[in-house]
RNA sequence: GUGGAUGUAGCUCAAUGGUAGAGCCCCGGCUUGUGAUGCCGGUGGUUGUGGGUUCGAGUCCCAUCAUCCACCCCA
């Protein structure tokens, strides 16, 4: 006997009830991102590790420990993508686009991370982004935000928006060098990450979930305070203009990015009910990121949602499709009368189960649990007479096939 | 990567170290034409996997795999 087979860990099955809910979210993002103007592009899940290294770089535990990374058969170093970003602005400067004005993009597809899973957090799983370029904001920037914040209202997904600026290449040294002088008074109080943080990545010490670190940064001061004019200018209009479009959000200055690239406005749309994995959309500007590619400088700012999360969150919200009719044919010399019928139906576009052998009662509890407008019977006097009956009905209450149609189509 | 919890039937869960069970679901019969109720019957398990201790292991020990929780990281 051999082992039971199994996915490999943290990567899932789809299965019809969970697709359903994917389709539906999926439905909605492309009607509510049309709306916006923004088009769907299909981009390779193989990329090569350059694209990545060159936009997330070496230093954090991503590429060297968290990527799904290896060498082809002729050795060139590829990977599967763990985000869509990277690969998006590779693609636009690929095709040249750099050029042909504001490009706004959206896409949906598998992502790739190496890491710990827990439930929400897969090793693959999907994501929903957008990426729109030459972008400056912050008119963009608002609207970004109304697409993403009408995609999950939607949804009927109940979140709440923290938006922060980062500020720019300007302000943002300063203000780590302030931060960094800051805590550095209070280093040996900080937790064991946070004083590695301090060298490493001093602004993710903001966000450390460790109480006591939390309770030092009561009095630290915050990056709002330390932007630059242009970068105030923006963050205050982003605000305004927010408000009114009636779009709720909090100002929360303690929300920071791992990447460099990053700047000005950073945006994390957050659901209660998912614990730790709570962030369930999430984005921001990334006017470096093309330049640091090798294109030319260009603004740009996105997002990118997963999937799975959202989907926890709509489980058993979303209908399942409705079966027009199911048929039951009763005794085997009916049975190809009965795919007939079916046939024609599905030809007419009405959606029909067929129940197959067996039983009667059989027969009747699968049409039952298939939960069909319409039960068709079939059995030996519907076949003498090519007819249908419905069930519950009798045979004098039976129809033609174009007497079922219209009286299908009617209904 | 670190720390912790949990793995028994399709699902929810029982079982002092001593014969692996219940409910629900599924299938069939009473009832070869309308998912009732009822009764009767049935399928389904190498107790995640592999070792060890023991006369005897679902139970104790070790390893491993998976899921879940928190951390790390978060693109």
């Not at 790739?112 to 400056?136: D, H, N, S, Y």
């Not at 006017?287 to 489980?315: C, H, K, N, W, Y």
């Not at 003498?384 to 039976?398: C, F, P, T």
């Amino acid at each position: 006997m051999s082992k039971k087979l199994q996915s490999i860990r943290g990567i899932h099955d789809g299965l019809p009830d969970e697709v359903q809910i994917w389709q539906h979210i999926e439905t909605i993002a492309r009607r509510i991102f049309a709306s916006y103007s923004t088009r769907e592009v299909r981009l390779p899940i193989l990329e090569s590790t350059e694209v990545f290294v060159r936009s997330i770089g070496t230093e954090t535990d991503i590429v060297s420990k968290e990527m799904y990374r290896f060498e082809d058969r002729n050795g060139d170093d590829i990977c599967l993508r763990p985000e869509g970003t990277a690969g998006a602005v590779r693609a636009y400067l690929q095709a040249g686009l750099s050029r042909s004005g504001t490009q706004r993009w959206f896409y949906m597809g598998p992502m790739f991370r190496r890491e710990r899973p827990q439930k929400g957090r897969l090793r693959q799983f999907q994501q929903i982004g957008v990426e729109w370029f030459g972008v400056a904001g912050p008119i963009e920037d608002i609207e970004v935000l109304t697409m993403a914040s009408s995609f999950l209202d939607e949804l009927g997904i109940k979140t709440r928006l923290e938006i922060n600026s980062l500020g720019c290449p300007d302000c943002r040294p300063d203000y780590r060098k302030k931060l960094t002088q800051e805590l550095e008074k209070c280093q040996d109080e900080l937790c064991g990450t946070c004083q590695q943080r301090l060298s490493t990545n001093p602004l993710r010490i903001l966000d450390c979930k460790q109480a006591s670190c939390q309770a030092l940064l009561k009095d630290i001061p915050e990056m709002t305070e330390h932007l630059c004019g242009i970068c105030d200018a923006h963050f205050l209009t982003l605000q305004r203009g927010l408000k009114e479009l009636g779009v709720p959000f909090l100002v929360n200055p303690r929300i920071v990015r791992g990447l460099d690239y990053y700047n000005r406005t950073a945006f994390e749309f957050i659901s209660e009910e998912l614990g730790a994995q709570g962030t369930v959309l999430a984005g921001g500007r990334y006017d470096g990121l093309v330049s640091q590619q090798g294109g030319p400088a260009t603004s740009a700012i996105g997002f990118a949602s997963g999937l799975e999360r959202l989907g926890m969150l709509l489980a058993g919200k979303v209908k399942s499709p409705q079966i027009d009719a199911t048929v039951v044919a009763l005794g085997a010399s009916t049975h190809i009368f009965s795919l007939q019928i079916a046939h024609t139906l599905r030809q007419q576009g009405f959606h029909i189960s067929h129940c197959g052998t067996g039983s009667s009662k059989a027969l009747f509890k699968r049409a039952a649990r298939e939960q069909a407008r319409y039960t068709l019977v079939i059995g030996e006097d519907e076949l003498a007479r090519q007819i249908i009956s419905l069930r519950g009905d009798d045979e004098k209450h039976a129809f033609t096939l174009s007497q079922l149609i219209e009286h299908m189509t009617a209904s």
